[in-house]
């Protein structure tokens, strides 16, 4: 059987029928940025898609035994005029159908987890140390974000190269939830700030397990083309979790322990049923990439030289959700301490915050998404995305009321659904290497973990020395400068 071959492609020539490279291709496949065309008659047989962008996979045809194998072979919807009575095809729809429906519940379990940590410890923490909340809230939030920064990029690096009959994704983040959810569980059952700060760890060291290889999926099974709509449910379901989790917490907040466990059962059950429902592919038979210290030392080094691109989206998001966060991470002590509420206002006021909030988010994302997908262009939704950010900061500065926190409540969250809802799918067509989706999109999001280090730290000491009236100005520029940071990106 003849073949031939290149550094992205083999093809092969099978009795009766050719697959090779056309301009007038029936069929596309999408590999990671190339696009393989293949042509086929109308009765082309069927076939199942198959592929990882850290491996070289195969698609099969059980009535002629054909095989094309290439680094990720997805089909792209047939082109207008093009017969879909196919078997592939209609598996295409209902694969790709699957995940669209079931991703934003899996996006919310990682978010969900961070978030009624970050609320319940904060009442924790209270309670254990009142005199000193502020700076130990930051040390916790130091500390799981440091671990966070060195974990993801870790479980990117080894799920790239994981080879099982579950493929490179399911493992990591069935093992990952189920760890999380313990770390949730040990949380709940803390009496000390080092009891609660290794319980913290682990959940947000098993939920990164799980959030990895879960942004992986992206990039390994979504064409570009959709790619937009995809981040948009994807960041439904963070920020509906991030909203989410507050009110939870303000449900449970005199049963910590409970509403920890009812959270940790929550995630697990969405969890395996997202993987269950979505399964990846058995790839133990494709080339096995090596691993060792200086592989995963250098996994922390992308050039900015050889890719600005990448460089100016990670600065960008580090800015945007530094800003975010240095808000968000202190709502509980600002309702408090800024508006002058009694701690039994501000456990009260916080779901509200969160239910009037939801509307101008699911507008802001539900829109953004598709019309990024629409006009081809990422950049100027994230920027207005961005700008939004910082006007919403500078309203409790001029206004320190509660109307004055709920419109900046909820002007912040359209601006971060808007950003949200592109930005994932801007990152995806900035990566340096398809092979290593998952480690480089773990290096990009620590872009958005490790602004939970320093985010803590920098506003603990600004409302330490100059009050919280001075907190939201300087967010406001910090939002305003990651939105622009992404102009400069090729990429529209």
């Not at 697959?19 to 590999?31: A, Q």
């Not at 966070?148 to 080879?163: E, F, H, K, N, Y």
């Not at 379901?237 to 907040?253: D, K, M, R, Y």
């Not at 800015?319 to 975010?324: K, R, V």
Request: one cysteine or more.
């Amino acid at each position: 059987m003849p073949s031939s071959s290149s550094s992205s492609l083999i093809q092969r020539t099978f009795p009766a029928r050719s697959l090779h490279c056309s301009t007038s291709p029936s069929l596309d496949y999408d590999t990671s940025g190339i696009v393989v065309q293949v042509a086929a008659p109308a009765t082309w047989p069927a076939y199942e898609p198959v592929g990882h962008s850290s491996a070289r996979d195969r698609i099969n045809s059980p009535t002629e035994g054909m095989t094309l194998t290439g680094p990720e072979l997805l089909p792209a919807p047939p082109r207008p005029g093009v017969s879909t009575n196919t078997r592939g095809d209609d598996l295409y729809r209902n694969r790709l159908g699957r995940l669209f429906a079931t991703v934003p519940f899996a996006s919310a379990c990682p978010q969900l987890g961070y978030a009624i940590v970050g609320y319940f410890s904060a009442l924790q923490i209270q309670t254990m140390d009142s005199a000193h909340k502020v700076e130990k809230l930051a040390l916790l939030h130091v500390v799981v974000a440091a671990s966070s920064m060195v974990a993801q990029p870790l479980i990117g690096v080894l799920s790239d190269r994981t080879r099982s009959r579950l493929g490179a994704r399911a493992p990591w983040m069935l093992v990952g939830t189920l760890t999380g959810c313990i770390g949730l569980v040990a949380a709940g059952f803390s009496t000390s700030i080092a009891m609660l700060l290794t319980a913290a760890v682990i959940s947000h060291v098993g939920f990164n397990a799980f959030g990895g290889p879960l942004t992986a999926i992206q990039p390994d099974r979504v064409p570009p083309h959709r790619r937009g709509r995809y981040s948009t449910l994807a960041g439904l379901g963070t920020i509906g979790a991030g909203l989410l989790g507050p009110a939870i917490g303000a449900s449970f907040a005199t049963r910590i322990g409970l509403g920890y466990s009812l959270v940790a059962a929550l995630i697990l059950l969405i969890s395996v049923a997202f993987v269950a429902i979505n399964p990846d592919r058995d790839n133990r038979r494709a080339p096995r990439r090596p691993f060792d210290l200086a592989t995963f030392a250098r996994t922390f080094w992308i050039s900015p030289r050889r890719y600005p691109d990448f460089a100016w989206v990670f600065l960008g998001r580090f800015l945007l959700c530094g800003g975010y966060y240095m808000i968000l991470g202190y709502q509980l002590y600002i309702i408090e301490d800024y508006i002058g509420l009694s701690v039994q206002e501000a456990t009260r006021l916080t779901p509200i915050l969160s239910l009037l909030s939801l509307p101008g988010f699911l507008l802001a994302i539900g829109f953004s998404g598709p019309l990024s997908d629409r006009i081809g262009r990422r950049k100027p939704i994230v920027v207005a995305g961005g700008l939004t950010i910082a006007a919403s900061a500078l309203i409790p500065a001029v206004s320190p009321t509660v109307p004055g926190l709920i419109v900046s409540i909820m002007v912040l969250t359209i601006g971060f659904g808007t950003f949200l809802a592109v930005d994932q799918a801007l990152v995806t067509e900035v990566l340096p290497n398809g092979a290593d989706a998952a480690k480089d999109l773990g290096i990009l999001n620590i872009a958005a973990t490790l602004p939970n280090t320093f985010a803590p730290i920098t506003a603990a000491l600004i409302v330490t020395n100059f009050g919280y009236g001075t907190l939201y100005p300087i967010v406001a520029v910090i939002a305003a400068a990651g939105a622009l940071a992404v102009l400069p990106v090729k990429t529209p």
